[in-house]
């Protein structure tokens, strides 16, 4: 009898694990396709302003102004470990280039999030300056929890790409919207599966 219990306490914490990481997981796409839909709206690379649970990003968006890249690694000269952004977006004309990573920690870790995540790209911002001939290259990292928990000056963020301040709160809507859709299913499943 203790050792039923004991396997199904077990099977309880890896199905919650299970869950969390799903979570997490869906949360960084979600806001990735939230931000990298305003930036590409935002620089006229696209002009189907879709609602951001319907619109799947391409690749590489590129005109004569800006090029997006969703998800892909940088080739660069030397060997350089973190060289895969969520998002990189470069402004042609002022020659600028944007780094965005985003990252679902624990609330507590917050602030110690977004430090790790400008750190681990300073390489490769230090070699994409040098090898496209930008005149900066900005690691930008946007942190949000999977409760909705956004940094204390989230539009500084938000400004620096020139998006409105109201997309972390549309991101937080659509993130709790997303948490809760899962956990509804989950909950669906496992009683459905009881019966």
């Given at each position: 009898m203790a050792?039923?219990?004991?396997?199904?306490?077990?099977?309880?914490?890896?199905?919650?694990?299970?869950?969390?990481?799903?979570?997490?997981?869906?949360?960084?796409?979600i806001t990735a396709d939230v931000i990298y839909q305003k930036l590409a709206e935002a620089a006229e690379l696209i002009v189907d302003?879709?609602?951001?649970?319907?619109?799947?990003?391409?690749?590489?968006?590129?005109?004569?102004?800006?090029?997006?890249?969703?998800?892909?690694?940088i080739i660069t000269d030397k060997t350089i470990p973190a060289n895969?952004?969520?998002?990189?977006?470069?402004?042609?004309?002022?020659?600028?280039?944007?780094?965005?990573?985003?990252?679902v920690p624990n609330t507590h870790n917050l602030a110690k999030t977004i430090t790790e995540k400008q750190s681990k790209y300073?390489?490769?911002?230090?070699?994409?300056?040098?090898?496209?001939?930008?005149?900066?290259?900005?690691v930008v990292a946007i942190v949000i929890t999977s409760t909705g928990v956004i940094p204390k000056s989230p539009s500084q963020t938000l400004r620096r790409l020139n998006l409105h301040p109201n997309t972390y709160i549309q991101m937080q809507k659509s993130i709790i919207l997303g948490t809760c859709s899962i956990v509804r299913n989950f909950l669906n499943y496992k009683s459905d599966h009881r019966a």
């Open positions: 050792l039923v219990r004991e396997r199904t306490i077990i099977i309880i914490i890896i199905i919650i694990i299970i869950i969390i990481i799903i979570i997490i997981i869906i949360i960084i796409i302003k879709s609602p951001y649970y319907r619109y799947t990003p391409a690749n590489v968006l590129e005109n004569d102004n800006f090029k997006l890249y969703w998800n892909r690694s895969r952004p969520d998002i990189t977006f470069t402004n042609k004309k002022t020659k600028t280039t944007y780094l965005i990573d985003i990252a300073q390489e490769l911002s230090n070699e994409i300056c040098a090898m496209w001939k930008q005149n900066t290259v900005q």
